[in-house]
């Protein structure tokens, strides 16, 4: 069997034309602390009531899948901070999604960035005490560096907040928000049981913000310019900046930094492609499933992508060009297989089944029954895992059969010319290999 790797090296670093970027840098290398400083990094939080209130005009959803909205997340166990009790806050850089990158790149290239954000979160839910989470270790080095050159500066830009590094294995589900407070408390980073969840019982059993580092990465704008100008770039349900990661047609990977609403077709032009050489897209990485070609017409926001049946999630967007929807839902779901957590029953077993089916229908030597229970499986086992794994599984199932059914009638028949001449087989597909600071 011919097989096609993930994703061809090199990467490329963009900024959408006329924005003034946010969270990439307009220079070379690793940021040090005097660049940042020098910028207006780091400034003193006279009133952290006061930032909430900002951080909660300008709204700014979480970065690292759900887009949850940050402001409700810190209010929250800003709550519990007013009642008297200690809290914690973890800056998750455990970037899961194979196809996404942008959490590698800032924690490699802009650590004060996230360490600011990290710090002004901190003391808007009065916490002492944080914590940066990561597998990469590059991206450790970094914040391991930058941490140094804070010590050593003499007048305390963190503010009297301290930052612990914590460094564990990669794998899809660690960067699950309890995996990750059960690896700091000592655990594997794989989920625990909800409730309780982390703003409840988190870090040392205290109340615990765990927040994505882009995310963060955008609080030091919003203290630093308001929400008025936060809101001046993207759209007025999903307003500022985001991170994109864009992958697939053979081509190397790009992370650029859009306001939200632009159209799809426009970041392909962007990123080198032709609109209409797309079959299809994984958007907002693995977890939110297939769409088809009519993505390309789409806006990249929460509301329009909810009304496709999809997601922006983690802002990953893989292309499919040559690819076959059929082979590269039967790579993803074997994903899923390996990478599941083997806690739960429904999980373990339901990933495995799922995938056996894809994989058979992939090879052609699949059934009319085969496709009918991968069917029923999309829709029974949706909701009966412990984390995210299962869910993302059947949305792969799903929106494979309910988006693709012209390739999946070929693959039954054995007619898909695509994979007769060369199956896609990636073990983690559109993985981006290459992080190079631009």
């Not at 194979?98 to 916490?127: E, F, I, Q, T, Y």
């Not at 609109?275 to 693995?286: E, H």
């Not at 012209?406 to 695509?418: I, K, N, P, Q, Y």
Request: hydrophobic share 45%.
């Amino acid at each position: 069997m011919n097989t096609t790797k993930a994703a061809p090296a090199g990467f490329t670093v963009g900024v959408w034309p006329g924005l003034t970027p946010r969270l990439l840098r307009q220079g070379t290398g690793v940021e040090d602390l005097a660049d940042y400083r020098g910028a207006g990094g780091y400034a003193p939080l006279a009133n952290p009531a006061a930032l909430l209130d900002e951080v909660r005009a300008a709204g700014i959803r979480g970065r690292g899948g759900a887009a949850f909205p940050l402001a409700v997340k810190l209010q929250t166990v800003r709550a519990a901070a007013t009642a008297g009790r200690d809290t914690v806050l973890v800056a998750n850089g455990e970037e899961g999604e194979p196809a996404s990158v942008k959490d590698r790149w800032l924690l490699r290239n802009r650590p004060h960035l996230v360490l600011d954000g990290a710090r002004l979160a901190a003391h808007v839910v009065g916490a002492k005490h944080a914590h940066v989470y990561v597998s990469d270790p590059a991206s450790a080095q970094a914040v391991d560096a930058a941490l140094s050159e804070l010590r050593a500066a003499g007048d305390d830009p963190l503010g009297g907040l301290t930052v612990s590094l914590r460094v564990v294995t990669a794998g899809y589900v660690a960067g699950e928000e309890t995996a990750a407070v059960h690896a700091i408390n000592g655990g594997p980073a794989k989920p625990t049981d909800k409730p309780p969840r982390p703003f409840e019982e988190g870090v040392g059993g205290l109340p615990t913000i765990v927040s994505n580092v882009e995310t963060l990465a955008n609080l030091p704008f919003v203290q630093r310019h308001g929400a008025g100008a936060y809101r001046e770039a993207g759209t007025d349900a999903s307003p500022g900046t985001f991170l994109a990661t864009v992958t697939g047609a053979g081509r190397p990977a790009g992370l650029y930094e859009l306001p939200h609403g632009v159209a799809l077709s426009e970041v392909l032009t962007l990123h080198g492609l032709a609109p209409d050489t797309v079959r299809g897209a994984l958007m907002g990485g693995y977890f939110a499933g297939l769409l088809g070609p009519d993505v390309v017409d789409a806006a990249l926001d929460h509301e329009t992508l909810r009304g496709l049946g999809s997601g922006l999630g983690c802002g990953a967007v893989s292309v499919l060009t040559d690819e076959c929807p059929v082979a590269v839902a039967a790579a993803v779901l074997a994903y899923f297989d390996r990478e599941n957590a083997g806690q739960c029953g429904s999980c373990f077993n339901g990933t495995a089944a799922m995938a056996a089916a894809a994989r058979a229908l992939r090879d052609g030597v699949a059934t009319d029954e085969d496709v009918a229970r991968l069917k029923r499986w999309s829709v029974v086992l949706r909701g009966r895992g412990a984390c995210g794994t299962l869910d993302a599984a059947t949305n792969i199932a799903a929106s494979l059969l309910d988006t693709f059914p012209a390739e999946v009638d070929r693959h039954l028949s054995g007619g898909c010319t695509g994979c007769a001449a060369e199956v896609y087989d990636a073990l983690r597909p559109f993985e981006v290999e290459t992080v190079e600071a631009p």
